[in-house]
């Protein structure tokens, strides 16, 4: 127990002995560490001091130059503004040496002015008296003398110009002429159409005249049926083995044709059975119309054609107008115009097409109102024909004036398949009713001794007196009953005026 005690207690005495060992070493660690830092402390301060003193001195010498530079600027400165000074005091001195001049010139002008309107003064009444001395001479006034000078200067150049028309007439109709009947013959002849005058009438042959009667019916229920359905007027008379359809509707016509054809064929003819066969025929006849339109856009080779309008197309085909087949006539425009639009350089596709729609409107014209021209238009534009097309066809009666080649050519086919011997018929009263208004036309001129119409109204031959009318006023009087005959008549083609005096002709076509 002792010496436990005693190992304690050395234990201790050994460990405080260790403690003040450690504590003494530290205290002198600790001091030499302060001692190195005062040490640092002033060698930084020495530094310091000696690199400030460095930077002071720099900042001086910069100052200096710095001071230098602003005065050797400042000096030049101060050059440049004694030049621009001196420039100004000489500019200055110029511009008041001009502006002295500048005021000797207006004044100058001013003088000149004064005396320029004294001499236009003095020149006016120069003027004045020597009008007044003409006057007292010629024993007329101003407006006297005028007008007698205006009045042979107009006879002069009335003269002149009528001598120089006749010229150049005579040379443009030669060469015009020539190429026109070369061009047309050629057209005519490529063409070589040959159409026969239809009427507005259809016979239907009958196997026996029995037939007859049962057409007709009990107490006429038959026929009644027939013209009530068809709109066609059944002409049942003498006539052996015939039954005449009268209509001016000719797809109402034949229609009707159809439906008698195949009630005959079947035999058995009453009312149900009559409507049966119309409402067949009817379908039938639409699908003839829609492949006749199919046909003519076939033959004319201009292009597609819109659905609708192959329609109405195929209708023409049983229209006609003065009993010319308007879809063999339409056909016939097409093939002139394209023709002649060939030789002239001109759009084949729009000439032709134009040519086949010109004439739309006649198929339509008991339906809507208006003339067969704007309906014709109207269709065009909307199915959506191009606007040289639809400007061709509105002109092609000169509902407005042609615009283009292709409205002309469209014109001059539609008048030649129109005018063509044979293809029209005529009245005989409304054709000496034409003829009587070209002569009186042309006998109510002054000059004029006697008018004659020729070829059927495309000539007139006028006979003036020689003693009243020469030859340029033949000239300008041909011209006067030419342009009378566009603004008043109506008349197919061309009618070519002829003017006789002394033996000599003056002649233009029109």
Request: proline share 2%; with cysteine; aromatic share 8%.
């Given at each position: 127990m002792l010496v436990a005690i005693g190992i304690l207690i050395g234990l201790v005495i050994g460990g405080g002995a260790c403690a003040f060992a450690l504590l003494g070493l530290s205290g002198s660690r600790l001091a030499a560490a302060r001692r190195a830092r005062g040490l640092l402390l002033a060698e930084a301060r020495r530094e310091a001091e000696a690199v400030k003193r460095e930077a002071q001195v720099e900042a001086r010498e910069e100052a200096v130059r710095l001071r230098a530079e602003i005065e050797a600027d400042t000096q030049e400165r101060r050059a440049r503004t004694v030049a621009l000074e001196e420039r100004a005091r000489g500019g200055l001195a110029d511009l008041e040496r001009k502006l002295t001049e500048v005021e000797r010139k207006e004044q100058g002008l001013a003088d000149r002015e004064t005396h320029w309107k004294v001499l236009q003064e003095e020149q006016k009444q120069a003027r004045a008296d020597e009008l007044r001395e003409l006057e007292r001479i010629s024993g007329m006034t101003i407006n006297e003398a005028k007008a007698e000078v205006l009045a042979r200067s107009e006879a002069l150049v009335r003269r002149e110009l009528a001598r120089r028309v006749r010229q150049l007439e005579e040379e443009a109709q030669t060469e015009a002429k020539r190429r026109a009947r070369n061009l047309v013959a050629d057209a005519l002849q490529r063409v070589a159409a040959s159409h026969a005058a239809e009427t507005t009438v259809s016979v239907v042959e009958l196997p026996s005249d029995d037939m007859k009667g049962r057409i007709i019916g009990k107490e006429g229920r038959n026929i009644r049926a027939l013209e009530h359905l068809t709109g066609v007027n059944f002409i049942i008379d003498d006539t052996p083995q015939a039954v005449v359809l009268s209509s001016f509707d000719g797809i109402r016509r034949e229609i009707a044709r159809l439906t008698l054809a195949k009630l005959i064929e079947d035999g058995r003819?009453?009312?149900?059975?009559?409507?049966?066969?119309?409402?067949?025929?009817?379908?039938?006849?639409?699908?003839?119309?829609?492949?006749?339109?199919?046909?003519?856009?076939?033959?004319?080779?201009?292009?597609?054609?819109?659905?609708?309008?192959?329609?109405?197309?195929?209708?023409?085909?049983?229209?006609?107008?003065?009993?010319?087949?308007?879809?063999?006539?339409?056909?016939?425009?097409v093939h002139l115009a394209g023709l002649m639009a060939s030789e002239l350089g001109a759009s084949v596709r729009t000439a032709k097409r134009a040519a086949l729609l010109h004439d739309l409107g006649k198929a339509m014209t008991h339906e809507t109102g208006g003339s067969h021209t704007q309906i014709s238009v109207q269709l065009a534009r909307r199915y959506g024909e191009s606007q040289a097309v639809v400007h061709a066809i509105e002109a092609h009666h000169y509902e407005i004036q042609p615009q283009t080649v292709e409205a002309v050519l469209v014109i001059a086919a539609d008048a030649i398949s129109a005018s063509r011997p044979g293809a029209r018929g005529e009245s005989l009263e409304l054709y000496v009713k034409r003829l009587e208004a070209l002569e009186e036309l042309a006998a109510s001129k002054p000059g004029v001794e006697r008018v004659y119409a020729l070829q059927a109204g495309r000539e007139i031959r006028v006979i003036v007196k020689p003693t009243e009318v020469d030859d340029d006023t033949a000239v300008l009087l041909s011209h006067e009953i030419a342009r009378e005959i566009e603004d008043q008549l109506e008349y197919p083609g061309q009618i070519t005026v002829t003017v006789i005096r002394e033996w000599r002709v003056t002649e233009l076509a029109r």
């Open positions: 003819i009453q009312p149900a059975r009559i409507e049966e066969m119309y409402y067949v025929s009817k379908s039938e006849l639409e699908d003839t119309m829609r492949s006749a339109g199919e046909q003519a856009v076939f033959e004319a080779d201009c292009g597609e054609v819109h659905e609708e309008l192959l329609k109405v197309l195929g209708r023409l085909r049983f229209r006609t107008s003065y009993g010319q087949n308007v879809l063999k006539h339409t056909l016939e425009v």
